[in-house]
């Protein structure tokens, strides 16, 4: 197993630039989500790890050794593709044995090593069909047989549960998850579905346009977003954000929210102009004496909590609250924002600013 | 009142394409029925009027297409005596003898040999460049492809005195290479458009399964892309060789003797020895049976590759 680093990476397919220069390491034995919308960059990442695709400049490293330039052949790593990307012609055990004779493996050796992966897959019984008639959930374990198969530096996986049903799914992220614990192998996951990233992820990229956002473990980026993007990108609902004039200085830990002091984080940075201020649906409460108001236009009832938008002076904003609450639409109410938990963003560059509670995450940077 | 289905037809409508597709196979397979029949009769009974439709049937026809036979007197064919073999009794009824075999076996095998020929060289040259077409990004694509599809806008035939001019003076007049060469390369164009059809429609996932699983681009491509692509293969093999096995201008034109094909033989029987219509029929019954036999071994695939695409799974 080995650690991935990518070092100013780029990729430009013609006139049209995919990835701009990102960095950011991968530990050994992580499960590391590369999340973002449909068009990021986040693919093409992927497959010029896998050697797959060659990064127009930059480095990549597997394992302390550069591998930007090498054939994908060479690089010892494993890929699931979102379409199975199963040998048709084959059936389930020369799919699975098929990664093992490229390395020269014969007889006895590829039987042990397919039995042994048929096992820990679970799918022992379909070793001798051919992978036409198979079912989504198994092509999916087959694929994976053929990646664990070889036991490789790094297991690279292109959004491949993205073609399976909804229901299935889940079972399968957990599956995968078990999976990599149990192998404890570098493990590199391309997904648009941010609930998956938190779900599965020890780490988490989150990409747009072909830039890194960020880079951290999933509640730091859930917390701490470091841009709007990234704040709106995670969490359903998003973060609200209230568009304000505004200043806040170094050491400040109160905003001017229309006349209503809101109390923040302090500040490392100062900042005056057009900000943001981010809140988390969660981080709001209802209180009868609160003098930030708004009204509720909508409910949306989801079990044990309950969606409430609120028209407020900023913008409109939406709050999680347990459905034990009871609200009306066309109610005027209080409202009062987890102190602890607010951000701030330059609402002109879209960047977070630093304060007491994201500095832990953000840092230098 | 009857329930209908809007995408099954009604048995009126089953009816009507079935008389249709029965007219249709009648009118395509009487001629060649009527071949096979003729190649089956004496030469007699080959020009009867009203033709014959039942009748004795002989292998005359097949005997005669393989030798060339001569007349002999009375005292000739007792010198040479008793005929020995069933063919030699055949023809003595004539009152002929066989003088040795025809050339028909000779130009049969070049008909193999080039039909063949060009249409492995097709098949090879076609699936990598089809390939490459598919696959890379190569420089002028979209005018290399119209280039070679434009060789195909008019009948092969109108460069013929170029051809036969250029075959003369590189010396390809009247040999297999040139044949061979002359046929993959007016096929050649639509080898390449046919498979490029179809390897596109396989997803390139697969090859990248196998660089991924630690093969060459090579292998990937002969291990997974042609299994992938047999039905294609086998489906253009079909029409470049049924090109090349039924061509008759070219062959009349550029060969003569050493690499004459069937085509331009058969209707040289003719004369011969009269109008021989049996042995001519015996020829082109013999002639149909690479072809068949070849589309037969094919067809799983061929019936495939025609509504290849036409539908995605």
């Not at chain 2, 063949?116 to 060289?121: A, E, I, K, Q, Y």
């Not at chain 2, 190569?138 to 092969?156: E, N």
């Not at chain 2, 003797?257 to 013999?286: E, Y």
Request: aromatic content about 10%; overall charge neutral; glycine content about 10%.
């Amino acid at each position: 197993m080995a650690q991935i680093r990518i070092q100013n990476v780029r990729k430009e397919f013609g006139a049209f630039t995919a990835v701009r220069s990102s960095s950011f390491t991968i530990e050994d034995g992580e499960f590391f989500m590369l999340l973002g919308p449909s068009g990021c960059g986040k693919t093409t990442t992927l497959r010029m790890m896998a050697g797959l695709e060659l990064p127009t400049s930059g480095e990549i490293f597997i394992d302390g050794e550069e591998v930007g330039m090498k054939p994908a052949s060479k690089r010892d790593i494993a890929f699931v593709f979102q379409m199975f990307a199963l040998y048709p012609h084959m059936n389930v055990r020369k799919n699975i044995s098929y990664p093992l004779l490229s390395q020269g493996l014969r007889g006895e050796e590829v039987k042990s090593r397919v039995a042994e992966v048929a096992r820990i897959l679970k799918i022992e019984n379909i070793l001798d069909k051919p992978v036409g008639g198979l079912s989504g959930g198994d092509r999916q374990r087959v694929a994976l047989g053929r990646a664990i198969v070889r036991r490789p530096k790094a297991f690279l996986m292109d959004e491949p549960l993205g073609a399976l049903d909804a229901e299935f799914r889940e079972h399968m992220a957990e599956e995968l998850r078990a999976l990599h614990d149990r192998m404890g192998a570098t493990t590199v996951y391309v997904t648009h579905d941010q609930l998956e990233a938190m779900q599965m992820g020890d780490k988490i990229v989150v990409m747009n346009h072909g830039v890194v956002e960020q880079f951290g473990k999933p509640q730091q980026i859930y917390d701490w977003p470091a841009t709007k993007f990234v704040a709106q990108f995670i969490g359903s609902p998003p973060m609200n954000f209230l568009e304000f004039e505004g200043m806040i200085g170094v050491g400040g830990g109160l905003i001017d929210l229309g006349g209503i002091m809101v109390k923040v984080p302090t500040s490392r940075e100062g900042r005056a102009g057009r900000l943001t201020l981010g809140v988390r649906p969660e981080h709001v409460t209802f209180v009868s004496d609160g003098a930030y108001r708004g009204r509720v236009s909508a409910v949306e009832y989801l079990g044990t909590t309950q969606i409430v938008t609120l028209v407020t002076g900023h913008g409109e904003l939406k709050a999680r609250i347990p459905s034990s609450h009871r609200v009306h639409e066309g109610e005027q109410v209080g409202l009062e924002f987890d102190a602890r938990t607010l951000s701030i963003f330059d609402a002109e560059t879209g960047k977070v600013l630093l304060s007491e509670g994201n500095e832990g995450v953000l840092g230098h940077g | 009142m009857s329930s209908y289905s809007v995408t099954e037809p009604s048995q009126r409508q089953k009816w009507f394409a079935g008389i249709l597709v029965v007219g249709y196979a009648l009118i395509t397979i009487l001629p060649l029925v009527w071949i096979i029949a003729t190649s089956f009769k004496s030469p007699s009974d080959a020009i009867a009027y009203p033709p014959k439709t039942f009748f004795e049937p002989t292998v005359e026809g097949y005997v005669n297409v393989f030798t060339t036979r001569t007349r002999l007197s009375e005292e000739q064919l007792q010198a040479v005596g008793e005929p020995q073999t069933w063919y030699d009794k055949l023809v003595r009824k004539d009152g002929l003898v066989i003088s040795g075999p025809s050339r028909f076996a000779e130009r049969f095998t070049n008909s193999v040999i080039i039909g063949f020929g060009s249409t492995v060289l097709c098949i090879v040259l076609g699936t990598a460049a089809a390939y490459a077409f598919s696959r890379f990004k190569v420089p002028l694509r979209d005018d290399l492809l119209f280039f070679i599809l434009s060789t195909r806008m008019m009948p092969p035939i109108a460069v013929a005195i170029p051809i036969f001019l250029m075959f003369r003076s590189l010396g390809l007049n009247d040999t297999h290479a040139g044949m061979i060469l002359l046929y993959t390369a007016v096929n050649l164009s639509l080898s390449v458009w046919l498979l490029k059809g179809f390897i596109d429609e396989i997803p390139v996932e697969y090859e990248e399964a196998a660089l991924i699983d630690g093969y060459t681009r090579f292998q990937a491509f002969y291990k997974v892309v042609l299994p992938q692509a047999a039905t294609g293969i086998a489906s253009t093999a079909i029409f470049c060789l049924i090109f090349a096995w039924n061509e008759y201008a070219f062959a009349v034109l550029l060969t003569s003797g050493n690499a004459q094909t069937a085509p331009p033989f058969i209707p040289t029987i003719i004369g011969v020895s009269g109008q021989d219509w049996p042995a001519v029929a015996a020829g082109a019954t013999l002639f149909l049976v690479p072809v068949m036999v070849f589309t037969i071994l094919l067809r799983k695939h061929l019936l495939r590759g025609i509504t290849f695409g036409a539908v995605r799974k």
